[in-house]
T-cell receptor, first 113, second 112 residues
Framework: DSGVTQTPKHLITATGQRVTLRCSPR?????VYWYQQSLDQGLQFLIQ???????AKGNILERFSAQQFPDLHSELNLSSLELGDSALYFC????????????FGPGTRLTVT | DAKTTQPTSMDCAEGRAANLPCNHS???????VYWYRQIHSQGPQYIIH???NNETNEMASLIITEDRKSSTLILPHATLRDTAVYYC?????????????FGGGTRLMVKP
């Protein structure tokens, strides 16, 4: 158990819908990262937050957005969902904003039908 | 960031040492080598990292060659639960964007 929690575990929704994925980092970790893993793209970095502020952006679509709240939990919002958004979404956390020693949650499996 | 090359797959007998190689011939002086693994559909798990000295922790050992162009992750006594995809990642120690970039990794199959 990494100490990072993600909800929900599974999500099934239809195209065009909007969903919110939630992540709670390890106690004491200020930095949160979101990654997407699909069958054809592998694990890809989406976005990073540190202590409430956006720190780095990867290949995140404009339909996707995220935020980190004062209690340090983070949410990833996915809108206008397409079939290709079906994937595993992982949240990770680290103590420092520059740390590559990141601890991953169990993931949320999103299925868009 | 330096590019890494890993074998696509490897087998190992249970109880034996698993030696997973990684080539990073374009690594620069301030780039660290990180290893993660992902057990089927679970979140990736940090294993170990190093700069130039060999490192050991409770999970594994990391051997980095003197020229730093390659490294080997060693699982001393592999168990069936070590079956996973192992990723070698090379990153600068401190970077404004410290996202992890995962390549294809090595699929390690530990067999009874």
């Amino acid at each position: 158990d990494s100490g990072v929690t993600q909800t929900p575990k599974h999500l099934i929704t239809a195209t065009g819908q909007r969903v919110t994925l939630r992540c709670s980092p390890r106690s004491g970790d200020l930095s949160v990262y979101w990654y997407q893993q699909s069958l054809d793209q592998g694990l890809q970095f989406l976005i990073q937050y540190y202590n409430g502020e956006e720190r780095a952006k990867g290949n995140i679509l404009e339909r996707f957005s995220a935020q980190q709240f004062p209690d340090l939990h983070s949410e990833l919002n996915l809108s206008s969902l397409e079939l290709g958004d079906s994937a595993l979404y992982f949240c990770a956390s680290s103590v420092a904003p520059t740390s590559y020693e990141q601890y991953f949650g169990p993931g949320t499996r999103l299925t868009v039908t | 960031d330096a590019k890494t090359t890993q074998p696509t797959s490897m087998d190992c007998a249970e109880g034996r040492a698993a030696n997973l190689p990684c080539n990073h011939s374009t690594i620069s002086g301030n780039e660290y080598v990180y290893w993660y693994r992902q057990i089927h559909s679970q979140g990736p798990q940090y294993i170990i990292h190093g700069l130039k000295n060999n490192e050991t922790n409770e999970m594994a050992s990391l051997i980095i060659t003197e020229d730093r162009k390659s490294s080997t992750l060693i699982l001393p006594h592999a168990t069936l639960r070590d079956t996973a995809v192992y990723y070698c990642i090379v990153r600068v120690g401190h970077n404004a964007g410290n996202m992890l970039t995962f390549g294809g990794g090595t699929r390690l199959m530990v067999k009874p």
